[in-house]
């Protein structure tokens, strides 16, 4: 009796109890779906985390002042951040980074706005996408000009439309305000939340940081600044090289001060995150899997009473212990089998639809498809052992005699 | 060949022992057509259960065709079971969910014969029971003298010598009686040694030698007198 005909009689045996055999499969089949529906989103999203720093550029690194325990004098200035990009032949941009709050105003509104204080370099750091004019230039950062960078949602909130280049906005504090020129209008950041941003959304706003110093009539106190390395391999030394460059220049070799990070590290714990979290909410649905499995078993173990006749004919007619027992051992990891094909294909369709609605684009691998199969089939032999050993086991006698 | 040596069948039943067969011996040899008889509960289908190897002895020897069935193990018996011997049950048993062509074909599955091999054999023997047009059917759409036929289509399929009948004909009325008792004849014509059970002296009639038991003794064993002959 080769294996083939016993899937054979398996599959015949399954139809013959359709919805028996479905709700036997029930268990395997949302055990499957969920965790490939997890995986794949899990996979998905670490994907799309990746893609966006990707975007900002792996290659950035951020460099901060520890500011608790630096003195007025440790703190970066716009020539420490002109050196790093001039002297370090890794470092392709550098820009300070500050950042105010505070209100802008058109004559039609109102409204908080957060200032970001940059030079030009910024453009490429944070790979800024504009729709209309352009970025402020390096001039204008020397001279600490009052122009603005704004996003689409401000400009859209300030004039109702969103070409503004040329039209002036009032910055600054809230109570004293400034009139600055918009030279350039950026793609909206909010991407696909764009939707959900509602008008009294602080605006966000790019300045000359010089300017934002005249603005609020502060000294340059840079505690932070990002380069840009020329590849993502010198990434880790440039930065090195930027702190040993600021550490020299400030004279407080001695007292480690400055910070360097690299985007990609953040990636990679963020990454870690999403993997162990998506690991832990897998590992919840594997218990359902588990639990479709203890299914199986509790319906094989009924199905063998049921048929403990027919094992008893089987038996009297020159069926082996072997033949019966494979004959229900097939057809339990038929069933798993099976449950874990529509599993698959619910979990697949599943991850697509939620990741639709999520924003996530659910990266389903082969591995998962393999591993999931072969885990139902394992579940359907683990569980299917127990009730096929019992069938084989039954005495003809006491079979045939079985009411 | 069948050849039992002083059988003892002694089923427990918790606390409780009961001696259904009591030292039985008996000799049958290549050919013979016997009649099993007695009254209810003395121990004529344990004895056939036995000779099918289908239950063990508690004690005594059993050769069939030269070979000592008396120390083998559960899987030399459905060798035996799917080989050498034909059963046919009063309550046919069949396999509800299996088409009668399928039912026939089971022993060959289990005896190993090739898929078309297999088509070609149960054919034969449904034509050899007279039931060569309805093999499609499930069992529940066939009268039981037909299914009775399956079942012997089913018995002899793997070509075995030996047929044991448990009151084939106990669920069916004169008419098809006659018509079960004739297939049975023939194939014992055509060389099968065949035992039989049964309640009724006529089916007796159709056979060669009926063998009389009582309390899981045997106490007489004749020759038929008046045999009838289809
Ligand atoms: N599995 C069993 N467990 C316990 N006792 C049994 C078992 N099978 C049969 N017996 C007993 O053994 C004795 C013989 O039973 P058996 O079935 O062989 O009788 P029988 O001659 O075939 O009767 P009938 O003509 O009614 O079929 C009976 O007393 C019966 O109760
Ligand atoms: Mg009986």
């Known amino acids: ?57 792996v290659a950035t690194i951020k460099i901060t002042v520890k500011t608790a325990e630096a003195e007025k004098s440790d703190f970066i200035t716009y020539k420490d951040v002109g050196q790093i990009k001039d002297k370090i032949s890794y470092v392709k941009y550098a820009t300070p980074y500050t950042y105010k709050q505070g209100t802008a105003n058109s004559e039609r509104k109102s409204k908080s706005a957060m200032f970001v204080g940059c030079n030009e370099d910024m453009y490429y750091i944070d790979n800024i996408e504009l729709l209309y004019g352009r970025f402020f230039n390096n001039i204008e950062f020397e001279e600490g000009r009052a122009v603005v960078v704004i996003d689409e949602t401000a400009a859209k909130s300030f004039f109702g439309t969103i070409d503004v280049v040329g039209n002036t906005i009032n910055i600054g504090p809230t109570t004293s305000t400034k009139k600055a020129t918009i030279v350039g209008v950026l793609k909206s950041q909010f991407g696909m939340f764009e939707g959900m941003v509602d008008d009294d959304m602080p605006a966000f706003i790019y300045v000359p940081g010089t300017y934002l110093d005249i603005l609020y009539s502060t000294q340059s106190q840079i505690s932070e600044m990002y380069i840009m390395a020329d590849s993502k391999d010198n990434a880790e030394a440039a930065g090195i090289l930027a702190k040993n460059m600021l550490m020299n220049r400030h004279g407080n070799r001695d007292r480690d001060l400055y910070k360097a990070e690299s985007l990609m590290k953040q990636l990679d714990q963020i990454n870690t995150v999403v993997g162990i979290f998506t690991a832990f909410i897998a590992a919840v649905a ?118 | ?76 018996l459905a060798e035996i079971r799917c080989r050498e011997i034909g059963f046919v049950f009063q309550s046919f048993n069949l396999l509800p969910r299996m088409s009668i062509l399928e039912n026939v074909e089971l022993p060959m599955v289990y005896a190993g014969v090739p898929k078309k091999e297999r088509r070609e054999k149960a054919l034969e023997a449904l034509r050899r029971v007279d039931l060569a047009d309805r093999v499609k059917h499930r069992p529940n759409e066939i009268s039981g003298g037909q299914k009775q036929r399956v079942a012997i289509a089913r018995a002899i399929v793997n070509n075995p010598s030996v047929i044991l009948a448990d009151e084939p004909t106990g669920n069916l009325d004169t008419k098809v009686t006659k018509e079960i008792m004739k297939i049975i004849q023939q194939l014992n014509n055509d060389g099968a040694t065949v035992l039989l059970v049964t309640h009724e002296p006529e089916v007796a009639q159709y056979s060669k030698r009926i063998i009389h038991m009582r309390d899981g003794e045997i106490i007489d064993d004749n020759e038929v007198i008046d045999r009838i002959v289809f």
């Open chain 1, 1 to 57: 009796m080769n294996l083939f005909e016993n899937i054979k009689m398996a599959i015949d045996s399954i139809i013959s109890n359709k919805m028996r055999s479905f709700l036997t499969m029930l268990g395997i089949i949302i055990g499957i779906s969920s965790v490939i529906a997890i995986v794949s989103l899990g996979e998905g999203g670490q994907n799309t985390i990746t893609g966006e720093f990707e975007k900002i550029g």
């Open chain 1, 286 to 403: 594997a218990i359902s899997l588990l639990v479709g499995g203890v299914g199986v078993m509790n319906i094989m173990l009924v199905s063998v009473t049921e048929r403990t006749r027919e094992i008893g004919i089987r038996k009297a007619i020159g069926a082996k212990t072997s033949n019966i027992m494979f004959q229900f051992l097939t057809e339990s990891v038929i069933i798993s089998c099976i449950g874990g094909i529509i599993g698959l294909i619910l979990g697949v369709s599943g991850a697509y639809l939620l990741g639709r609605l999520a924003g996530i684009t659910p990266s389903v691998s082969p591995q998962i498809i393999i591993i999931s199969i072969g885990f139902a089939s394992a579940v359907g032999i683990f569980f299917g052992i127990y009730p096929a050993k019992k069938a084989a086991k039954l005495d003809p006698i006491e079979a045939l005699r079985y009411e």
């Open chain 2, 1 to 76: 060949m069948i050849k039992i040596d002083n059988i003892i069948k002694t089923y427990t039943t918790g606390k409780i022992n009961l001696t259904a067969l009591k030292g039985v011996s008996l000799s049958v040899k290549p050919g013979e057509f016997v009649t099993i008889m007695g009254p209810s509960g003395c121990g004529k289908s344990t004895l056939m259960n036995v000779l099918g190897c289908l239950d063990k002895m508690s004690s005594g020897k059993y050769v069939l065709n030269g070979k000592d069935i008396s120390g083998l193990v559960d899987n030399d």
